[in-house]
């Protein structure tokens, strides 16, 4: 079955270091996006990408990167992470031409920055 | 800009009792909107959707929502509930621009049930 799954589940890290996030999904989606959640927050979008070679800001990107080099795979890097990245980061995909409609969900991956 | 506004941080109903979970929104065009549900520790299950058509929408696990335009409202309903709705819920509503878009989300509501 198809499906899209996040490593790891659960993080630690330093402040400062570099630290990426995996998503992959077995969707053939174009689409793909991060959110993190945080309490009192809701889920925010950090960066999005509708396809290959595509990437592009959401409302908190700062501190944020990522790139698209195939299809299935839309890695999160925090270049120097920092005690305000601490959160839970959901990836999602959905098929291309759908827009806000199709999203499938990750488990997501609990990050803490100490 | 687009928003979407949940006014119940945390609600806590008797299992068995009807249950209405508020929603509010606010696009500038016709608006796509959402109800997603959280189980601790998971990720996200969508509930119902809307985006033409009836205004009351059917969703899985006995769940409704009702577009009310006048209001810019989108408010969830379960006549009766059980203890495995207990979970986090949250409205979006779909930032859709051409082909593409994506999800603005509130900021959810905590849902408790008493037995």
């Known amino acids: 079955d198809a499906e899209i799954t996040q490593s790891p589940r659960h993080k630690i890290t330093e402040t400062g270091r570099q630290v990426t996030l995996a998503c992959h999904q077995t969707?053939?989606?174009?689409?793909m996006f991060w959110y993190r959640q945080d309490l009192g927050h809701g889920l925010r979008l950090i960066h999005y990408s509708y396809g290959v070679q595509d990437t592009n800001k959401g409302e908190v990107s700062d501190g944020y990167s990522v790139s698209r080099s195939n299809t299935e795979d839309l890695p999160l890097t925090l270049e120097s992470a920092a005690s305000s990245q601490t959160s839970v980061y959901f990836c999602?995909?959905?098929?291309?031409?759908?827009?806000?409609?199709?999203?499938?969900f990750g488990s997501g991956t609990r990050l803490t920055v100490v | 800009a687009q928003s979407v506004t949940q006014p119940d941080i945390h609600i806590t109903v008797s299992e068995g009792a009807s249950l209405e979970l508020r929603c509010n929104y606010s696009?500038?065009?016709?608006?796509?909107l959402f109800w997603y549900v959280q189980s601790p520790g998971q990720g996200l299950q969508l509930l119902l959707k809307?985006?033409?058509?009836?205004?009351l929408v059917q969703g899985i696990k006995g769940f409704e929502a009702e577009f009310k335009r006048s209001q810019s409202s989108f408010n969830l309903r379960k006549p009766s509930v059980h203890w495995s709705d207990a979970a986090e819920y949250f409205c979006a509503v779909g930032d859709y621009g051409g082909s593409q878009g994506n999800l603005i989300f509130g900021k959810g509501t905590k849902l408790s049930v008493k037995p």
């Open positions: 969707w053939n989606h174009n689409n």
């Open positions: 999602a995909s959905s098929p291309a031409g759908t827009g806000p409609f199709g999203y499938t």
């Open positions: 809307y985006f033409s058509g009836d205004t």
């Open positions: 696009y500038g065009a016709t608006p796509y």
